[in-house]
């Protein structure tokens, strides 16, 4: 299996035995791995995709030369189709049965996936997000920036691409802990309603709207954006869209359509992939978000023009997402005892796998970050997009 995945770079295999094998072509990017027994074998060939990723959480598999941002690298510059074997392929498509099925997701579902990552304890995401906890794709405008300001730079593209006036209503759908509402509410004098299912993301927006003094107007209520009521003229979905799920894109869109008046403006934020795909990668879907589905663009304008929306603009964010996670990952890193405090090593090797693998999957794979503006009416968008770049000087100006 091996010896047909990898064709590009080494990746050495040392087994229990003290045997070791090299698999490639012998140049970088050069990887070893350590096997710590002999039953890791057997649980490669019969199902790679998660079994890797299992051994190197248990401590059964270990990276010996480069790290494990390198091994992920490795397979994802060679294609993970290559590592497939015939007991994998069968286990591929019963979980591709099992997605199925499982896609029916009801609103009390939903929100045990969302507790399932986002209750986490707050102090785990302040180790390496920036200081203003955004979870999503930053805009780097150098490559000299930092965190910080590129996620400062994210928010500056969005707010204005939404062509927001002071006074105006803007509904967050799914807010996560309050930074991009708490923007718009302080920089662009926006009244705004976030809404979220995790408490513990609405306890900390609430506590940063009390300690900015922006509680009269930004609102944060645990509740499904499904049950928004009254209408908005900008509404705003960061993030979020990754969890909706394709059952349920018409509804997301019909709901988006409901709820914004006629001139109003919606902007979707959300990580997306070059082609439809069912079978998300298993090692995520069991371990970080259940039932979660990163959606190619033509499934999500299919639902967007079944809804009755406009597409006014569309930009594809590409490598953004791979710098956004090579920052977190380091950061990470840099506090990996302070990680340990609050979580097992099993816990931490988990979560380096998952940055590493998303990092990869953005610099080598298939994912990218788009960013969707919809309208009601033709009338409600510019005619060039030079007010986009007018607006984020002036935001520059106040940040």
């Known amino acids: 299996m091996l010896n047909r995945a990898i064709r590009k770079g ?18 970088e990017p050069r990887v070893a791995v350590q096997l710590a027994d002999a039953g890791a074998v057997r649980q490669i060939y019969l199902d790679p995709a998660l079994n890797f990723a299992e051994m190197y959480m248990d401590g059964r598999m270990t990276v010996e030369q480069g790290d494990v941002d390198g091994f992920v690298s490795l397979v994802k510059i060679n294609g993970a189709k290559r590592f497939a074997t015939s007991p994998a392929a069968a286990i591929t498509a ?43 794709c ?45 923007f718009l509410a302080r920089d662009c004098g926006a009244d705004v309603t976030g809404v979220t299912l995790s408490t513990e993301q ?13 509680s009269d107007r930004v609102h944060i209520e645990l509740k499904d954006y499904r049950a928004g009521e009254g209408q908005f003229d900008r509404l705003v979905s960061v993030g979020m869209f990754e969890h909706v799920g394709p059952q349920n894109f018409p509804a997301f869109f019909r709901t988006a359509r409901r709820l914004m008046k006629d001139d109003g403006v919606f902007l979707l934020h ?27 663009l033509s499934e999500t304008l299919k639902a967007i023009e079944g809804a009755g929306l406009l597409v006014k603009d569309i930009e594809i964010l590409t490598f953004h997402y791979a710098d956004t996670l090579k920052h977190w990952r380091e950061r990470f890193h840099a506090n990996r005892d302070k990680v340990l405090e609050l979580y097992d090593e099993r816990f931490f090797r988990m979560w380096d796998l998952y940055l590493a693998t998303s990092e990869a999957s953005f610099r080598h794979g298939k994912l990218v970050n788009f960013q969707i503006q919809l309208v009601k009416k033709q009338t409600t968008s510019r005619p060039t997009r030079d007010y986009i770049t007018e607006a984020e000087a002036k935001l520059r100006q106040m940040s």
């Open 10 to 27: 080494t990746l050495e295999v040392h087994y229990p035995s003290g045997a070791m094998v090299s698999h490639g072509d012998g140049n």
């Open 94 to 136: 019963w979980r591709i049965l099992e997605r199925l099925w499982r896609r029916h997701i009801a609103r009390e579902t939903a929100r045990r996936n969302v507790a399932h990552h986002y209750d986490l304890d707050e102090k785990l995401f302040r180790l390496f997000l920036d200081d203003d906890l955004q979870y999503s």
């Open 138 to 182: 930053a805009y780097f405008e150098t490559p000299d920036d930092t965190l910080e300001q590129a996620q400062l730079a994210k928010k500056r593209h969005i707010a204005a691409k939404m062509m927001l006036e002071p006074g105006q209503r803007v509904l967050d759908i799914g807010c996560g802990w309050g930074g991009m509402s708490l």
């Open 202 to 214: 609405r306890r900390v927006a609430c506590q940063q709207a009390e300690e900015l003094g922006l």
């Open 270 to 296: 959300s990580i997306g992939r070059a082609r439809p795909n069912i079978a998300d990668p298993p090692f995520v879907e069991k371990y970080i978000f259940p039932n979660g589905h990163i959606p190619a």
